[in-house]
C-alpha cells in the first residue's frame, strides 16, 4: 500500500468477457434457445459455441489469467480449464481486488469487439434480439452483480442506423454511457465515417446527445496487419497498433468532432507512445496541403476532401478535446505525457487475455507513473475514466489489499 490510498486503484478501460454459456439461452424464448448463441460440448470435451450455423471455439489467449507466460498457447481452451474470473462477474471482482483494479469496461468476446458476430447473422432480426439480450445481460447481471465495479460497455446494430440509435437510447436509459463501434469499418462491409452520404451522422449524432463515448478496440475492424504475406506472427503483433493510429487519423481529419463537439472517442489497446508522432504529422501535411486539398481536387481516384472546415480544424485541440488514448504497459508513451497531455491517457489490464498484467496490474501502472505528481497520477490510474464515462466507483474494499 502507498502512503496515498487514493493512488492503491485503478480503472480499467480495457478488460474482457468470455459470455458464460448460459447467456443467451437464458434471455430468449424457449423456442429460439437452439438458434441463439449456445455452447456444446464435444466428445472431447472441448466447448464450442453454436450460432448460425456455424461453430466457434475459444482460444486460449483469451484466458490465460492464472498462467505462466510458459503455458500461453493459441489452441482452444474449455470453461472448465479457465480461471472463473473470465467468465463470472462475481469472481472478477475477487481478482479484480488482488490486482488494484476499482472498476473495469469490458469488452465481449464471442461477439467479436463490435458485435460483427449479430451483423453477420444470415437473420438479422434474430441477431437484434441477441444483440439486444447481451446488452441487459451486460448492464443488469454482469456489471449489476457488483454495482460501482462495472462500467457498461453496449453494443449497437451495426447494420441499420435507426436501429443503432434506439438501442443506444433505450441503453441510455439503462445506465450505459459507452458503446462499441469498429475501429474501421470498411473491412467489415459498412461504410466509413467518411461516407458522403452521412450514414453514421445519426450514431454519432445520438451518441453527442447523450454523451455516449465511442469505445473502438484493436481488432474491431476484423483484421490483423500484416507487414508481408510472409511476415512473422510475432512481427505483425507487434505492428498492430498501425490499427488504432489509422483510427486515430482518421477521425481527426473526418470532421465528426467538428459537426458534434460532445463526441469524445476512447481507443483501446493500441497503447499510447505513437501519439506524438502522429499527431505532429498530422499537423505538418494539414500546414502543407490543406490549400490544394480544399479545391475538391481528385487525388488516385479518391476524394480528398469532405464533411470538414480544414481552415478551422486544430489537431490539438481536437485532440484534446475528443480523443482518448489507453495504455497497459508503455514507458514511452508516459514519457511523452506532456506531448499527449495528462487529460487523455487511461489504463487497462486487458484481463484475461495475453497482454494482461494481472496479478500485478496496479504495480506495473504506478512502475511507469510513480514519478509524476499524485494530481496527475490520480487522473491516469482512475480520474480521467470517472470523468469520460461519468462513473462513480464504488468505495474501495478495505481489506482487499490487506
Do not use: C
Given at each position: 500500500?502507498?502512503?496515498?490510498?487514493?493512488?492503491?486503484?485503478?480503472?480499467?478501460?480495457?478488460?474482457?468477457?468470455?459470455?458464460?454459456?448460459?447467456?443467451?439461452?437464458?434471455?430468449?424464448?424457449?423456442?429460439?434457445?437452439?438458434?441463439?448463441?449456445?455452447?456444446?460440448?464435444?466428445?472431447?470435451?472441448?466447448?464450442?459455441?453454436?450460432?448460425?450455423?456455424?461453430?466457434y471455439p475459444t482460444s486460449g489467449l483469451s484466458a490465460v489469467v492464472g498462467k505462466s507466460k510458459e503455458e500461453f498457447s493459441p489452441e482452444p481452451l474449455p470453461y472448465s480449464e479457465m480461471r472463473p474470473g473470465c467468465y463470472d462477474s462475481k469472481a472478477r471482482i475477487e481478482d479484480m481486488n488482488e490486482a488494484g483494479i476499482l472498476a473495469s469496461l469490458c469488452f465481449p468476446t464471442v461477439t467479436r469487439f463490435c458485435g460483427q458476430l449479430f451483423m453477420e447473422a444470415s437473420d438479422r432480426d434474430f441477431g437484434l434480439v441477441c444483440l439486444r439480450a447481451y446488452n441487459d445481460w451486460l448492464i443488469e447481471e454482469w456489471c449489476g452483480a457488483a454495482p460501482g465495479r462495472y462500467i457498461p460497455l453496449v453494443l449497437i446494430p451495426l447494420w441499420d442506423p435507426k436501429l443503432a440509435v434506439a438501442e443506444l437510447e433505450r441503453c441510455a436509459g439503462k445506465g450505459a454511457t459507452t458503446f462499441a463501434f469498429s475501429e474501421n469499418p470498411a473491412p467489415i462491409g459498412l461504410p466509413t465515417i467518411h461516407d458522403a452520404g452521412g450514414y453514421w451522422d445519426p450514431v454519432m449524432a445520438a451518441a453527442n446527445d447523450l454523451e455516449m463515448v465511442v469505445s473502438m478496440h484493436v481488432g474491431s475492424s476484423s483484421t490483423v496487419p500484416q507487414i508481408a504475406p510472409d511476415a512473422p506472427f510475432l512481427a505483425n503483433l507487434a505492428w498492430g497498433a498501425t490499427r488504432t493510429s489509422g483510427a486515430m487519423l482518421s477521425w481527426l481529419f473526418s470532421g465528426m468532432f467538428q459537426r458534434f463537439p460532445q463526441l469524445r472517442i476512447a481507443l483501446s489497446e493500441g497503447e499510447i507512445g505513437w501519439m506524438p508522432y502522429f499527431l505532429e504529422r498530422a499537423e505538418q501535411v494539414l500546414d502543407k496541403q490543406r490549400h490544394w486539398v480544399k479545391k475538391g481536387v481528385q487525388f488516385n481516384d479518391h476524394a480528398v476532401s469532405r464533411n470538414v472546415d480544414l481552415d478551422s480544424l486544430d489537431i490539438r485541440a481536437t485532440f484534446r478535446d475528443h480523443i482518448f488514448g489507453c495504455f497497459i504497459e508503455d514507458g514511452h508513451g508516459i514519457g511523452s505525457i506532456a506531448e499527449i497531455g495528462e487529460n487523455n491517457i487511461m489504463c487497462e489490464t486487458d484481463y484475461p487475455h495475453s497482454d494482461s498484467t494481472w496479478p500485478n496490474c496496479i504495480e506495473v501502472v504506478k512502475k511507469h507513473i510513480g514519478h509524476l505528481p499524485p494530481e496527475t497520477q490520480y487522473k491516469i490510474l482512475r480520474g480521467n475514466a470517472e470523468r469520460l464515462y461519468r462513473f462513480t466507483p464504488a468505495e474501495p474494499p478495505v481489506l482487499a489489499k490487506a
Open positions: 500500500m502507498s502512503s496515498n490510498p487514493s493512488l492503491d486503484w485503478l480503472i480499467s478501460v480495457d478488460d474482457h468477457i468470455l459470455e458464460p454459456p448460459t447467456l443467451w439461452i437464458d434471455r430468449v424464448s424457449r423456442a429460439d434457445r437452439d438458434r441463439a448463441p449456445h455452447m456444446e460440448t464435444d466428445e472431447s470435451g472441448m466447448d464450442y459455441w453454436i450460432y448460425d450455423g456455424k461453430r
